[in-house]
């Protein structure tokens, strides 16, 4: 994630680009700048599309411009694409062209009346933005299937442990672990845990010495590291982390060296 200043600036950047672009734009097509006709300019918080256009008829009518703040935060105008294009500055022109189609025809759609304004004021028509799965916002965090490689964005920590669908297919078992998904953070590139996996249970010392099973525990979790032990009454369904061991080794943090080891009696 670029730092909070840098963030800012090229808030500042891009509206001020959108800005000028409406102002000259609507000059050269409408003969007047889109602000004059009451378009407004803004970020929003959308992160599966990179741009909106909104005309709602009334009195006065809305009139609305508006790019994804996450995206812009994240890339700014110097990101371009493969093709060298800057991707925010043809979105900008992607939306001038929806409102200047309002303005002539009080509608707006990806047809051949807005393709055509597209050319005339060099947005690329076959590029969509609106849409989902279309240009997305890359997710914070990625999962990835260590058999074939398929990934998956997330824009919040998934609370569940991923399974590959087709590979558990392959092997014919819904949650087998060669098919458990590995969870990354996007930014930093490491490895971090589900978030029903971040769960930590602190593993005291048992006085008396007694084991969880000489205790009446059904099941016991051993940490692998210290080999502390600590009982369960119920089957775990969560992976539960050493606490002392995270203190110790991992800054606090929730570490996967540390995940206890569950047996079962009978
Ligand atoms: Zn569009
Ligand atoms: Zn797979
Ligand atoms: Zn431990």
Same mark, same amino acid.
């Given at each position: ?138 997710? +914070?965090?990625?999962? $990835?299937?260590?058999?074939? !490689? @398929?990934? &998956? ?9 991923? =399974? ?78 050493? +606490?002392?061991?995270? $203190?110790?080794?991992?800054? !606090? @943090?929730? &570490? ?9 009696? =009978?």
């Amino acid at each position: 994630m670029p730092s909070k200043s840098v963030q800012q600036q090229r808030l500042t950047e891009v509206r001020a680009h959108a800005l000028y672009l409406m102002k000259h734009l609507g000059q050269q097509v409408v003969g007047r700048p889109l602000q004059a006709l009451g378009w407004t300019f803004g970020f929003d918080r959308a992160k599966r599309r990179l741009g909106g256009c909104r005309y709602q008829p009334g009195h006065p009518p809305k009139k609305r411009i508006t790019l994804s703040g996450h995206y812009v935060r994240l890339n700014g105008l110097a990101h371009r694409n493969n093709a060298g294009l800057q991707v925010i500055d043809d979105v900008i022109r992607h939306e001038i062209a929806h409102a200047i189609d309002y303005e002539q025809r009080g509608r707006s759609d990806h047809s051949a009346p807005w393709q055509a304004i597209c050319q005339q004021i060099g947005a690329d028509p076959s590029r969509l933005y609106e849409g989902n799965d279309l240009e997305r916002v890359p997710g +914070t965090y990625v999962v $990835e299937c260590p058999q074939c !490689g @398929q990934t &998956d964005d997330f824009y919040k920590r998934p609370k569940n442990v991923r =399974y590959c669908k087709p590979c558990s297919q392959k092997v014919g078992r819904r949650f087998d672990p060669s098919c458990r998904m590995v969870l990354r953070e996007r930014a930093t590139g490491k490895d971090v845990m589900y978030g029903d996996e971040r769960k930590t249970r602190r593993l005291a010392p048992n006085a008396s010495g007694a084991t969880p099973a000489e205790q009446g525990y059904k099941y016991t979790a051993t940490c692998p590291s210290c080999g502390r032990q600590t009982g369960f009454k119920r089957k775990v369904t969560r992976t539960y982390v050493c +606490t002392p061991c995270c $203190e110790a080794h991992a800054n !606090g @943090q929730a &570490d996967r060296r540390f995940a206890l080891k569950i047996t079962q009696h =009978y």
